[in-house]
């Protein structure tokens, strides 16, 4: 930071990769106010856990908004691996969502957000399995770096490191979090990352005692208390009002959350650091201007700027932080010696920057005439800057060009961006370099644990003139494609870049059954730019074991016969044309499977001017949260089953958004949507088979009510197999599901390569229209069930056992797993069958596994 005889206001664009856009906020004079307080504090939290929604909402409002401390939460995961209570996605699209979650909920509470780099593999129930799947190091110095960078006077735990927390990432969370609080302040732990920052000791270390949650009655007088329950009268609303409204953005966890008004106590453990004898967490700690060489007079000139606040005259404050930040601001800055000192400032900067923004009611936005770009075309954008308070904004520059700027018009300037965009990939940053081993590979720290990453910026000068002075500030726009929808009104969504040609498969994977039945696979080529000319083909992702055959087709003598491996595929490829950006064309290929069982991932391709493309995109589109635009590769599984089956007419109950029925489907089977109409009005018996989605009886209020249409059913003849639900708070049960009592358990298996014991070698399910074995259990992936039935009515069967390697940690210890038969249980009901899995078909199936669907299929035709 150096002095100026005339500042510039810089105005950066930056393309974003984790798709953040949303409207323009604008602030109240009472946020502005809070905003100066927050401005007149030094000092920060860092709060930690291991997924989206497990922070503490009203703690991080509580600390940003009343103590006016700068709030972090340092999520290890993005919660890849948790189930999705709004739609399909699961995986890294389900983190995707997630992340857009936890930033949404911080821009209500006022903390910020940060991630290390790990992958979310799914529920553990110990800290040993949890770190043989992650990379301990690595998830360690990303911790120590969010440390290093953010510098919290204290840290907060969210779980205890006894296993109290009931996963085992989140004991991970805690046990890596003390070994980060010594590490942080170690020149000899990670000293790569000392080229970029400092060591910097954090003074405490305590845990968010949540012991209340499992015992209402508990003792927390061994604890130090606080009360986060205020109410913030420039907000208008109390913490928990606050924390209730984060903590609803984690919809797809089915978090949305009650507002609670009134006192409200947290519990507080010394862990590490100078916490003897304290009473209260904050206790000797000076979060003033004080602690900083100089500082002294900032704070005083800023306490006097908010006791002589105007609330109807906000930009009075304009002039008075631009003076401070050219003149005390930079005196204090040349006598500083310690980076993080100097770092502080620059912080503090920024906010006096985004103050002056506020006061001044200056709007600025980069509007592109299009949402998506080919990285080899050139951007257009329409830069709108109007300045609405009443201390006005002379000019603006850029692009070496001057425009006036007259108080609340709208300055309205064509933006042309004169570099072609090298790169095209738009997705979000953390899925740029893939996963390997549990651990996202992008290893960028410069921005790694910023939002966004920046493709290309651009300059602006502006020049600020009040009682004859001239004084400068920096400010941030986001390029973003804005529009107005009839009914949601004006909208935002990220700008994206693109390839040039973008291919689409109609099916992730492609199920053969044992009839030997031709199948159709439908691409989708879209055009990302003007003039596209190319062929479309497949290839093979395993080229050492692929035969390719070309020979004539007999039907098509213009086409070739490809065969990859056992799977015959008609034709070989397709010459594409596109005149105009946007156009799609269908394309259809034919596929023959073997006679023997086999799987083949395949790929496709596209060769446009002599660059071969292999990406496919898709949007992720939710109210809650900014449009995500994701390039997965253009691929699809191919299986074939040796499979026997004998039902034709299933009926499907939609559950929380999973793709079960549609696997059920192309196995042959005739599977019909049964919505509350249906299930009122038609005749069940038409169905073999009755398949009830994932959390069916969680999200259908009115599921309940057909019970003894249902039980009926299956005492017909029928059978109806229930996939998974939970009965807890989150997601509770208002009655029986089936004939007989039997209770809902979180219990689980975490291990996808568990070994499955057959108790009932003999039941039809595991010989019934096809012979099971051990080896259908191979190839699972992230788990093998969840929600587990317990104390069942001895009515019911339970055909299968299984053992985990560790049970849940108590006490800090991992006992070793114990079997539990609860997975699969089965009870004859007058002439047909009842069924409730924990199986994580909803997994398993999309994945293309074969054994999971010759399972289903066993279960679908019992007694058939």
């Keep these: 930071m150096t002095k100026k005889t005339i500042a510039q206001f810089f105005v950066y664009f930056l393309f974003v990769t984790t798709a953040f856009a949303q409207a323009p906020r604008s602030y109240t004079s009472s946020e502005i106010l809070l905003q100066l307080k927050k401005l007149n504090t030094v000092g920060s939290v860092l709060y930690v856990a291991a997924h989206p929604d497990d922070e503490n909402t009203r703690l991080i409002a509580y600390l940003a908004n009343e103590k006016c401390l700068r709030t972090g939460y340092l999520s290890l995961t993005r919660g890849d691996g948790g189930q999705n209570l709004i739609g399909p996605e699961q995986g890294v699209e389900l983190g995707v969502i997630r992340t857009q979650e936890l930033l949404a909920a911080r821009r209500i509470d006022g903390g910020e957000q940060f991630f290390t780099r790990a992958y979310d593999f799914g529920f553990s129930k110990s800290p ?41 990432h989140h004991t991970t969370s805690a046990i890596l979090a003390e070994e980060a609080f010594d590490a942080a302040g170690d020149s000899t732990r990670f000293p790569e990352q000392l080229k970029h920052v400092e060591v910097w000791k954090p003074r405490r270390l305590f845990w968010n005692v949540s012991t209340r949650f499992q015992n209402p009655n508990a003792d927390m ?48 453990k010394s862990i590490k650091g100078d916490t003897a004898n304290l009473k209260d967490i904050f206790e000797g700690i000076d979060f003033s201007w004080k602690r900083v060489k100089g500082g002294e007079k900032i704070g005083k000139e800023i306490t006097r700027m908010i006791n002589n606040y105007k609330v109807q005259n906000p930009s009075s404050i304009g002039e008075q ?89 709208l300055l309205k300037q064509e933006y042309i961006k004169s570099e072609k965009n090298k790169l095209y990939d738009g997705s979000p940053i953390w899925l740029k370099d893939g996963i390997k081993e549990n651990f996202f590979l992008h290893v960028n720290k410069s921005i790694h644990y910023r939002k966004y990453e920046e493709l290309f910026s651009v300059g602006f000068s502006k020049k600020y003139r009040s009682s004859n002075n001239v004084s400068s500030f920096n400010a941030y726009a986001y390029p973003q494609y804005k529009w107005v929808d009839p009914e949601k009104g004006e909208l935002y969504r990220p700008v994206v870049i693109t390839p040039p040609v973008m291919i689409n498969v109609s099916e992730d994977v492609l199920v053969f059954d ?52 056992s799977f015959n595929i008609s034709p070989l490829s397709y010459n594409f044309q596109f005149d105009k950006k946007g156009e799609e064309k269908e394309f259809v290929f034919y596929i023959n499977s073997p006679n023997h069982s086999t799987s083949q991932l395949v790929n496709l391709s596209a060769e446009v001017d002599g660059q071969t493309y292999t990406k496919g995109i898709k949007e992720i589109k ?97 059978n109806l197999i229930v996939q998974y639900n939970t009965n807890s708070w989150a997601g509770p049960l208002s009655s029986d599901i089936g004939p007989y009592k039997f209770k809902i358990t979180r219990n689980r298996i975490t291990d996808e390569e568990a070994k499955v014991n057959f108790l009932l070698p003999n039941h039809p399910v595991f010989n019934s229209p096809n012979k099971m074995t051990e080896k259908d259990f191979d190839g699972w992936i992230q788990e093998r069930s969840i929600y587990h039935a317990g104390d069942w009515d001895s009515n019911y069967v339970a055909p299968i056992s299984m053992t985990d390697p560790y049970e849940m940690t108590v006490g800090g210890v991992s006992p070793k797993g114990k079997p539990d038969n609860g997975a699969l249980i089965i009870a004859k009901h007058g002439k047909g069958n009842f069924v409730y899995t924990g199986f994580v078909f909803f997994r398993e199936l999309p994945a293309g596994v074969p054994g999971a669907y010759r399972f289903m299929v066993n279960l679908i035709e019992l007694g058939k």
């Design 321 to 409: 932080l631009l003076k401070l930040s050219d003149g005390i601001f930079l005196d204090v800055w040349e006598i500083q010696s310690m980076w993080q000192e100097k770092n502080l400032l620059q912080q503090k900067a920024f906010e006096i920057e985004n103050i002056v923004l506020n006061a001044l009611g200056i709007n600025t936005e980069l509007i592109s005439t299009q949402t998506f770009y080919s990285f080899d075309e050139t951007p257009k954008f329409n830069l709108e800057v109007i300045s609405r308070g009443t201390n006005e904004i002379d000019s603006i520059n850029y692009n070496r060009h001057s425009y006036l700027i007259i108080k609340n018009k």
């Design 514 to 565: 044992g009839s030997g039945k031709q199948k159709i696979l439908k691409v989708i080529v879209k055009a990302g730019k003007d003039n596209v000319n190319g062929v479309l083909k497949f290839t093979s992702s395993d080229q050492i074991n692929t035969k390719v055959i070309v020979e004539e087709d007999k039907f098509n003598p213009k086409f070739a016969l490809a065969k990859l491996t």
């Design 622 to 718: 939710y109210d809650h949260i900014p449009v995500q635009t994701l390039f997965p590769e253009a691929e699809v599984k191919l299986v074939k089953l040796d499979l026997v089956k004998k039902s034709k007419r299933i009926g499907y109950i939609p559950g929380a958004g999973d793709e079960v029925q549609a696997c059920i489907s192309q196995l042959g089977y005739e599977v019909t949507t049964l919505t509350d109409d249906k299930l009122t009005s038609e005749n069940l018996s038409q169905y073999d088979a009755i398949v009830t989605g994932v959390r069916a009886y969680n999200t259908n209020e009115k599921l309940p009510s057909f019970k003894q249409k249902l039980m009926d059913y299956v005492a017909n003849g029928g």
């Design 221 to 268: 007088s061994p604890y130090i208390k606080l009360d986060v329950g205020g109410y913030n009268p420039l907000l208008g609303k109390s913490y928990g009002e606050i924390a209730a409204e984060s903590r609803s953005m984690h919809k797809s966890q089915g978090f949305g959350s009650a507002k609670q008004r009134g006192e409200y106590f947290e519990y507080f």
């Design 128 to 168: 040993e399995e949890t770190l043989q799947k992650w990379n301990k190091d690595s998830i360690l110095s990303d911790m120590v770096w969010v440390i290093r960078n953010f510098r919290p006077d204290i840290i907060i735990t969210r779980f205890a490191t006894d296993g109290s927390g009931g996963h085992g």
